[in-house]
């Protein structure tokens, strides 16, 4: 059982990686028109193999992908999409599929709102880095290893290589810096243009794993299961909040909601700080060995949408939403944790 309750860019300066029209080359084929942005706010979300697009509390939705399963498979089949889905202009939707084959593969699909594909090809890992311009994507090609940035067309634009002996601690993948022009992965810079990666400064580690505010002059990350919010570079890094866990900003930057824990061990709850006056409201609370999880602020700054996950079980999760004061507590979705909600504004 949920309780609901109260208490106290652009990609400047990006730099095109496609080679060079010349002798010996051929030119690039023209690029499609781009598709038109979906609406704000809508819900895309992957279940029992599919990828739908909905209103954003669910209402009127359209499957766009239909992944076919069948118990005769070797693999896992379908669609799904963990972690962020719409591109940040919110023309594109970013997913992954397993074909019904002895290659467990997973490939990466680029659609438009409607689910015409655009574009698709091999990627490892879970989530899938929209680059800040929406014009790029990037994922692993060999976990730990190499990473692929790739075009709308599906075309790869660079192969990059992690150095040489690093090995990822844990399930990370690669996420855009706010300039567009690098990738980072744990503290790892890997500029996009192929020059050498190098390692974040000691000081400036520990944002490395945390989340940027929407003008990027700020950055909250987890530190020993505290929420901290710091400066860009890291600095003036002061404790906001003990036990806490994922977290996410607010369209204007002036609240974060984040999980955070009553004991047990699971982030079991969630809770909205704002930033201005230090205040946490807590809007929600699971009981059992339920967690929560949080996604995304509405476009208008509202509501906010979590997941929760039954007993741990990957296939007995739910989408919510709760108001950021903490009424109106809904589940949306039943039967998944995946989902995203197109919360930024699109781009003309």
Same mark, same amino acid.
Not at 65 to 91: F, H, L, Q, V
Not at 331 to 347: K, Y
């Given at each position: 059982?949920?309780?609901?309750?109260?208490?106290?860019?652009?990609?400047?300066?990006?730099?095109?990686?496609?080679?060079?029209?010349?002798?010996?080359?051929?030119?690039?084929?023209?690029?499609?028109?781009?598709?038109?942005?979906?609406?704000?706010?809508?819900?895309?979300?992957?279940?029992?193999?599919?990828?739908?697009?909905?209103?954003?509390?669910?209402?009127?939705?359209?499957?766009?992908?239909?992944?076919?399963?069948?118990?005769?498979?070797?693999?896992?089949?379908?669609? $799904?999409?963990?972690?962020?889905? $719409?591109?940040?202009?919110?023309?594109?939707?970013?997913?992954?599929?397993?074909?019904?084959?002895?290659?467990?593969?997973?490939? /990466?699909?680029?659609?438009?709102?409607?689910?015409?594909?655009?574009? %698709?090809?091999?990627? %490892?890992?879970?989530?899938?880095? $929209?680059?800040?311009?929406?014009?790029?994507?990037?994922?692993?090609?060999?976990?730990?290893?190499?990473?692929?940035?790739?075009?709308?067309?599906?075309?790869?634009?660079?192969?990059?290589?992690?150095?040489?002996?690093?090995?990822?601690?844990?399930?990370?993948?690669?996420?855009?810096?706010?300039?567009?022009?690098?990738?980072?992965?744990?503290?790892?810079?890997?500029? /996009?243009?192929?020059?050498?990666?190098?390692?974040?400064?000691?000081?400036?580690?520990?944002?490395?794993?945390?989340?940027?505010?929407?003008?990027?002059?700020?950055?909250?990350?987890?530190?020993?299961?505290?929420?901290?919010?710091?400066?860009?570079?890291?600095?003036?890094?002061?404790?906001?909040?003990?036990?806490?866990?994922?977290?996410?900003?607010?369209?204007?930057?002036?609240?974060?909601?984040?999980?955070?824990?009553?004991?047990?061990?699971?982030?079991?709850?969630?809770?909205?700080?704002?930033?201005?006056?230090?205040?946490?409201?807590?809007?929600?609370?699971?009981?059992?060995?339920?967690?929560?999880?949080?996604?995304?602020?509405?476009?208008?700054?509202?509501?906010?949408?979590?997941?929760?996950?039954?007993?741990?079980?990957?296939?007995?999760?739910?989408? $919510?939403?709760?108001?950021? %004061?903490?009424?109106?507590?809904?589940?949306?979705?039943?039967?998944?944790?995946?989902?995203?909600?197109?919360?930024?504004?699109?781009?003309?």
């Amino acid at each position: 059982m949920l309780m609901a309750g109260c208490a106290s860019s652009s990609e400047a300066g990006r730099t095109e990686l496609s080679s060079k029209v010349g002798a010996g080359t051929t030119a690039p084929s023209p690029q499609p028109s781009r598709p038109s942005p979906g609406r704000l706010g809508s819900l895309a979300y992957g279940v029992d193999g599919d990828i739908y697009v909905a209103d954003w509390d669910g209402s009127n939705p359209v499957r766009i992908a239909d992944g076919r399963p069948s118990n005769k498979c070797r693999y896992s089949t379908g669609y $799904w999409g963990e972690g962020p889905i $719409w591109s940040p202009d919110g023309r594109y939707l970013a997913y992954r599929h397993a074909n019904c084959s002895d290659d467990p593969q997973r490939r /990466v699909v680029i659609s438009d709102p409607e689910g015409n594909v655009i574009a %698709e090809f091999p990627g %490892e890992g879970w989530y899938i880095a $929209w680059s800040p311009a929406s014009t790029r994507v990037a994922v692993w090609v060999r976990f730990g290893e190499t990473i692929g940035v790739y075009g709308l067309d599906g075309e790869r634009q660079a192969l990059l290589t992690m150095p040489r002996g690093w090995r990822p601690s844990g399930d990370y993948d690669p996420m855009w810096l706010p300039d567009g022009q690098s990738l980072l992965v744990q503290d790892v810079v890997v500029p /996009v243009d192929g020059s050498t990666p190098h390692n974040l400064p000691l000081a400036d580690r520990r944002p490395a794993a945390g989340t940027y505010s929407p003008d990027g002059s700020r950055v909250a990350y987890a530190d020993s299961g505290s929420l901290v919010v710091a400066e860009a570079d890291g600095s003036n890094p002061p404790v906001v909040f003990g036990g806490a866990g994922s977290h996410i900003w607010s369209p204007t930057g002036d609240r974060i909601a984040f999980t955070s824990r009553s004991g047990r061990g699971l982030p079991d709850q969630i809770r909205v700080l704002d930033l201005a006056t230090r205040e946490v409201t807590l809007l929600a609370e699971a009981d059992g060995s339920d967690m929560l999880e949080v996604i995304d602020f509405s476009p208008e700054g509202d509501r906010i949408h979590f997941s929760r996950l039954k007993d741990g079980r990957i296939g007995a999760g739910s989408l $919510w939403s709760v108001n950021a %004061e903490g009424s109106h507590l809904r589940r949306l979705i039943p039967g998944t944790t995946w989902g995203d909600w197109l919360s930024l504004t699109p781009t003309s």
